[in-house]
């Protein structure tokens, strides 16, 4: 079966643009979440989407924010861009809630502001 | 709140020597683990994990974890190791039946293994 599909792979944007993010989870995936990785921070939880409800936010400002379709694939939305916001992000999608499922990470997509 | 310490940065090996990349939580509750190995330019693919049950969890490529709960640890070991495995390699953690936390995973700031041939 496919994998978590995120797109797109690479972007480069400008400081104070906006940007959107795209998570496709594999086929019957109801829980998305998403990560930021930096090399100073490392990976940091950014929020989860269950059944198109924000289940748990991670302590980014209100410049990040997110949704999830009735079809569960999720976007995630960063707004006025700041150069460090430059980062991996990274989907990882769900079967359920609940985490014995386990989860499955995209490949990310690689945001540059400059 | 919950933690993950990872206290090496890197880990360097010999191939065909053990390895262990070593891994430390802080939760209140009980504990799901997870390691997860990242290659350059790719995102986390994941090694294994422990829910509950036996404390040797086996995972792909030939990984194993031992979770210790009374010392809080989950060391990813592998008795051999090869050059392949030169990667970033990620514990993280989330609590148990903590259906307020959702599903967020704490991870540890990562280790790199680099195995010489």
């Known amino acids: 079966k496919a994998g978590v599909t995120q797109t797109p792979r690479y972007l480069i944007k400008t400081r104070g643009q906006q940007v959107t993010l795209s998570c496709s989870p594999i086929s019957g995936h109801r829980s998305v979440s998403w990560y930021q990785q930096t090399p100073g921070q490392g990976l940091q939880f950014l929020f989860e989407y269950f059944s198109e409800t924000q289940r748990n936010k991670g302590n980014f400002p209100g410049r990040f924010s997110g949704r999830q379709f009735s079809n569960s694939r999720s976007e995630m939305n960063v707004s006025t861009l700041e150069l460090g916001d430059s980062a991996l992000y990274l989907c990882?999608?769900?079967?359920?809630?609940?985490?014995?499922?386990?989860?499955?990470f995209g490949s990310g997509t690689r945001l540059t502001v400059v | 709140a919950q933690s993950v310490a990872q206290p090496e940065d890197q880990v360097n090996v010999a191939e065909g020597n053990p390895l262990t990349v070593k891994c430390t939580y802080s939760v209140s509750g009980n504990p799901y683990l997870f390691w997860y190995v990242q290659y350059p330019n790719r995102g986390l693919q994941f090694l294994l994990k422990?829910?509950?049950?036996?404390?040797l969890v086996k995972g792909s490529y030939g990984f194993e974890a031992e979770f210790n709960k009374s010392q809080t640890s989950f060391h990813l070991k592998k008795p051999s190791a090869l050059v392949s495995d030169s990667a970033l390699y990620f514990c993280?953690?989330?609590?148990?039946?903590?259906?307020?936390?959702?599903?967020?995973?704490?991870f540890g700031g990562g280790t790199r293994v680099l195995v010489k041939p």
């Open positions: 422990y829910i509950t049950g036996d404390n």
């Open positions: 990882a999608s769900s079967l359920a809630a609940a985490p014995r499922h386990g989860y499955t």
């Open positions: 993280a953690v989330r609590v148990l039946a903590a259906k307020a936390a959702g599903n967020k995973l704490t």
